[in-house]
């Protein structure tokens, strides 16, 4: 016999630590190899590790809930001397098709039998229930008994409207069904002199100090949160934006009743019985159009060490800004540029499902290039949103509503809408800003001229 430490593998996609959400395992368990041991969480996903080794879970060095750096031993194992070199273990996966994958931490063909659990050890009340892994977790962070809740999923299934729906919360996700390219994908643009950063703004961002504890906290007034997860990479990413690019936001007040109507002729249409269709559609094709004709708002600033330079990406990875339950996260549609009406539809529909059920895989959320962020979906009119970084620009759609409008001299109803859109400034100029705003504009008042 032998006892084996298993440390927490490398998570791939940048990312260098991760959160045990929830032990699967106790001590004394017997597991085989591929038996689930634990769900983590990391900035980008939530995924079910698989045991290296068949044996007896000897101890549990991490707590749940404790984040811990990748190479940080987190079981011990008791094992037969055979197992000192242990077969590769399946790769974790958050859900099935979610493409979330450790790096480091290959499929192999181990056996696959469940681990036996000890008579005495206590089993959840909802282990009966069921329900995937992230509407469970949903479910935990809203405070959900998942046995109260009526399923009406298929064959019995808790879903997310169900679990939403018995915490009496609104969906974030209500409103959100709602020239040729070149052979050359990218190019870079010498800056000739480096750009230097407002020292003020860095200093100010390196001089913000922590708010003073007050003297004596009365219990039940407050409440700390922890840091950590989709949060801490979103905090990281807005102040990393906020500090480094010049932001400078234009918008424009849109009459879109003609989106309104083609948004409605569309989902009567036959061949999108089976695609959800929404205004952000016709926003997602009128921006792809738009930065045809404005290419730098598609670009990115790249720091070198010889000064900088400027990336133009001849082609259109769309982010969608996307509030899910695990916090704000933005995964893009590859290579939108090429996919007609239909088939873009088909990608947001994807897009919204998958961010929805937590299944957002890391490499879903990487190589962007432009991003939309639907604000209108929580009533906002307008906004000034912060660029992803890696990227120069973003536009917010707000809500479409019927406002007083004069149309041919006279003040009719109409569906209204405001586009707004920031930009670095070191990239693009207000000029072409303002131009690719006024074309995103153009398209969603007459968005017949993109009809396939």
Known sequence: MSTQNFTLPDVGEGLTEAEIVTWKVAPGDTVAINDVICEIETAKSL???????????????????TTVEVGTPIITFVTDAAD???????????????????VGYGSGSGATSRRKRPAQRPVRSSVGVIAKPPIRK?????????????PTGADGEVTRDDVMKHASQASVFRNIQTPEWGEVREEVLPVPERA??????????????????????????TESIPVKGVR????????????????????????????MELVKRLKAAPEYADIRVS???????????????????NAAWIDTEDGAEISVRHYVNLGIAA????????????????????????????????AREGKTSPADQQGGTITITNIGVFGMDAGTPIINPGEAGIVAMGAISQKPWVVDGEVRPRWVT???????????????????IADVASVLEEPALLVD
């Not at 952000?280 to 290419?295: E, G, K, N, Q």
């Not at 916090?327 to 947001?348: C, T």
């Open 418 to 436: 405001t586009v707004a859109g920031s930009f670095d400034h070191r990239v693009i100029d207000g000029d072409g800003m303002s131009r690719f």
């Open 279 to 297: 205004p952000l559609l016709i926003m997602a094709r009128a921006v792809i159009w738009a930065v045809r004709r404005t290419p730098m708002v």
């Open 196 to 221: 230097q950063r407002d020292e003020g703004s860095a200093g100010l961002a390196r001089g913000l100090s922590p708010v003073p504890e007050p003297a004596q906290r009365d219990e039940g007034r």
């Open 323 to 354: 509030a899910t339950p695990r916090g704000l996260l933005v995964p893009n549609i590859k290579d939108a540029q090429d996919l007609g009406m239909k088939d873009l539809a088909r990608a947001l529909n994807r897009l919204t499902v998958t």
């Open 138 to 150: 949903l479910a935990r962070d809203l405070g959900v008994d998942l046995t109260t809740v009526t």
């Open 84 to 102: 000192s070199a242990p077969a590769a273990p399946s790769a974790p996966a958050a859900d099935e098709g979610s493409g979330s994958v450790l």
């Open 47 to 65: 995924v079910e590790l698989p045991s290296p080794h068949a044996g007896v879970v000897g101890e549990l060095l991490v707590a749940e809930g």
């Open 232 to 259: 801490k990479a979103t905090s990281s990413a807005m102040v990393q934006s906020a500090y480094s690019a010049p932001h400078v936001t234009v918008w424009k007040e849109v009459d879109a009743t003609r989106t």
